[in-house]
């Protein structure tokens, strides 16, 4: 139905198909705006993850001896921003674009920690350069195409288990021991410490707001979880946590900040990263296995999003494929290089995406409210620096459920695919890796076709990826070896 309060220029109506998706201008707006509010909260955890850690060299992101996380927050904003509407321009369909969360804890804990961040942003960068050009080539097109639809779901919903993982981590609810069982609940398996509590209603306010479906819900959640952390601090006098001190803070100490506003200029980070600076840092052969290891966990965390997100948006055609697909990978593809760039890890297409869609948007103008929004988030950078881990976990937690909402789409009962979805989706939090996941539910699915004899059912670049996660395991014998 045409909606009769708002006047479309033609223009902006044939350039996104507005009217041919069955949507309005009053949608796509709305859908931008819900976009941006379930995901904004990456403005808050990509630098709790990235600025927070030091090099090899003792330094952080920057080139400096303090963390500095709100300028890194204006980077992570920025780049955001700019790659959302790029997807909303040139893809044309509703889907954001941020720092991705997983990957960019493999950048800081398995890259960072053996060289500079200069030369570990380098890295990212020419990882997405390669990926760009096998898009552009049409091997990662044809690779997205020949992924069973299943295998795409399971890799979706073995990544929010993983970031589910990793908020209980954060928050310090889930913990490593040194004798026992490897993980508990925790200290000591009791929830005695005022920051698990203020994780634990944070929590549990975060879930009755997106059960209750208000937009903005996870958002919300941080800030008020923010305050009451705040709140808290100020009357207990909790402090930092340390082994003295285990039940204090996981890594923010709450309290007000001395301004709200102000410019970090995003900018400033695009000059610090080296892309031939890991050659001289480390061995060239584990520089190539690094860029492989990145390659490999990119070239595949966007497929299980633009699926599950484009078939509630009705964008699937009659075979299951996305139009535009070439144009929509390539955009990720830049979304890695610019990550990169400008020292904010990878960017890639975010499951939150479907938040907008649910709220009507069918095309790339709700992409390009979005990242509007993200330009807008630059000016309050200084905010995030007040933002302790129990605060922003909940967040993870809850898109951890978001993002595992698919596996009903998988056909439980047909074990040729059931198993592999299975070990996709548990060996990723199980390992605390994404491409382990991929990569042992590829290598298995392809096997027991093969045992099965319906390797013709196979298609054949699904051999070409599962021998490159074959090589992928074996980089340890092979580091041995050389």
């Known amino acids: 139905m045409k909606d009769t309060h708002t006047t479309t220029p033609s223009g902006l109506d044939r350039f996104f198909s507005i009217t041919a998706r069955g949507s309005t201008v009053s949608r796509e707006v709305r859908g931008g705006l819900a976009t941006f509010f379930t995901m904004a909260y990456i403005v808050v955890l990509n630098p709790l993850i990235i600025a927070t850690v030091k090099d090899a060299d003792g330094q952080f992101i920057g080139d400096g001896l303090v963390a500095n996380v709100p300028l890194v927050a204006s980077g992570t904003a920025f ?189 400033t980070l695009f000059t610090e990263f080296d892309p031939f600076g890991a050659f001289s840092q480390v061995s060239v052969i584990l520089a190539v296995l690094l860029i492989f290891t990145l390659l490999v966990t990119d070239f595949f965390d966007t497929m299980g999003t633009i699926v599950g997100v484009g078939r509630q948006a009705d964008l699937l055609d009659e075979e299951g494929q996305l139009p535009r697909t070439k144009e929509i990978l390539l955009v990720d593809s830049i979304g890695a290089a610019a990550g990169g760039a400008g020292s904010v890890s990878s960017n890639t297409t975010y499951i939150e995406s479907a938040a907008g869609v649910a709220e009507g948007a069918r095309t790339g103008l709700a992409s390009v409210v979005t990242g509007l929004m993200f330009l807008l988030a630059i000016f309050v950078a200084p905010l995030v620096a007040v933002v302790p881990y129990e605060a922003a976990a909940p967040a993870l937690v809850v898109v951890g459920f978001m993002m595992m909402t698919t596996v009903r789409e998988i056909d439980w009962n047909d074990f040729d695919i059931a198993i592999p979805a299975f070990l996709t989706i548990v060996i990723m939090p199980f390992t605390y890796s994404i491409s382990n996941g991929i990569g042992a539910g590829f290598v298995s699915y392809v096997l027991i076709q093969m045992v099965k004899g319906r390797s013709r059912d196979v298609h054949p670049l699904m051999w070409v990826v599962a021998g490159l996660f074959v090589v992928y395991f074996a980089l340890g014998p092979i580091k041995a070896l050389l």
């Not at 990926?131 to 295998?151: D, K, S, Y």
């Open 79 to 267: 780049v955001a921003g700019m790659l959302s509407i790029l997807m909303g321009v040139v893809g044309r369909v509703p889907f954001a674009m941020a720092a991705g969360l997983g990957l960019n804890a493999f950048v800081t804990f398995g890259i960072a920690s053996q060289m500079s961040w200069e030369a570990a942003m380098g890295l990212v960068f020419l990882e997405g350069v390669i990926i760009g050009i096998l898009v552009l080539t049409g091997f990662r097109v044809a690779v997205f195409n020949a992924i069973p639809v299943q295998l795409k779901t399971a890799i979706s919903v073995g990544i929010g288990l993983f970031i589910a993982l990793i908020g209980f981590v954060d928050a310090g609810f889930v913990r490593r021991v040194a004798a026992g069982p490897p993980l508990e609940m925790g200290i000591s398996g009791a929830l005695t410490s005022w920051p698990l509590l203020v994780f634990i209603l944070g929590l549990l306010v975060t879930a009755v707001l997106v059960a209750r479906k208000v937009k903005g819900a996870i958002l919300i959640g941080i800030v008020g979880t923010t305050v009451l952390a705040m709140i808290v601090e100020a009357l207990t006098k909790t402090g930092a946590a340390t082994a003295k001190n285990p039940a204090g803070w996981q890594l923010v100490t709450p309290s007000w900040p001395e301004r709200i506003f102000g410019f970090h200029n995003p900018l």
